[in-house]
Every structure is written in C-alpha cells, then in structure tokens.
Nanobody, 125 residues
Framework: QVQLVQSGGGLVQAGGSLRLSCAASGRTFSVYVMGWFRQAPGKERELITA????????YYADSVKGRFTISRDNAKNTVYLQMNRLKSEDTAVYYC??????????????????WGQGTQVTVTS
C-alpha cells in the first residue's frame, strides 16, 4: 500500500497560480503511475493529468493542457501539480492517486488504488 499526503491548495483569484504537492510513503517502489484528479460539486471525479514513472510519459486533459504541469521529485517521493492561469471552472477538490496494478496509463478512478486526502481549490472571478 502507498500512503499519499497532499498539501497546498486554497483560495486564489482567476489568473493566479497554485501548486499542489503529494508526498508518497510506504510501497513507493510499486508505483507505476501518479495521477491528479479533481471533482467539482455535482460532477464526476475526472483525471486531469498523470505521469508514468517508466519513461516519464504524461497525460493532460484538454481542459488543463498548457496551464497545468505535473512533475515529480524522486528524492522526495513527491509529485507536484503546478496550476497557472487558473479559471473559476478549475474550482474543485483535487486528489492525487497512485496506480500500482499495471504499468500502463489509466484514465479513470478505478485504475488507481491509493488516494490522497483531497484538497480544496477555489478560484474566484
């Protein structure tokens, strides 16, 4: 099992930036993919970006492409989500998640077995 602890988030004006962190512990050697999801009120949880550890390939949803960046610090076992040019529609609870089952990219929540606690991001216009 992988334990994930998130930090960052909060309230920001539209056009501003925030960085989320996700620190992993436990069986970190078993992680194949780390993803960032978000869930807005009344909506399904959606994958916005992910990084595959073998090879470093990344995925970005169209809604965040060019504004958000996923990165990782191997020494700290931490994955980051840099969010720039935030919009009101980015308001949601953000979750990091680890995929340890298969070494393939996964785009839906069932593909990830370990989750962070979630953090609120609110963008005011």
């Amino acid at each position: 099992q992988v334990q994930l602890v998130q930090s960052g988030g909060g309230l920001v004006q539209a056009g501003g930036s925030l960085r989320l962190s996700c620190a992993a512990s436990g069986r970190t050697f078993s992680v194949y993919v780390m993803g960032w999801f978000r869930q807005a009120p009344g909506k399904e949880r959606e994958l916005i970006t992910a990084i595959r550890y073998n090879g470093g390939s990344t995925y970005y949803a169209d809604s965040v492409k060019g504004r958000f960046t996923i990165s990782r610090d191997n020494a700290k076992n931490t994955v980051y989500l840099q969010m720039n040019r935030l919009k009101s529609e980015d308001t949601a609870v953000y979750y990091c998640a680890a995929r340890t089952s298969f070494d393939t990219m996964s785009y839906a929540p069932p593909g990830y077995g370990d989750w962070g606690q979630g953090t609120q991001v609110t963008v005011t216009s």
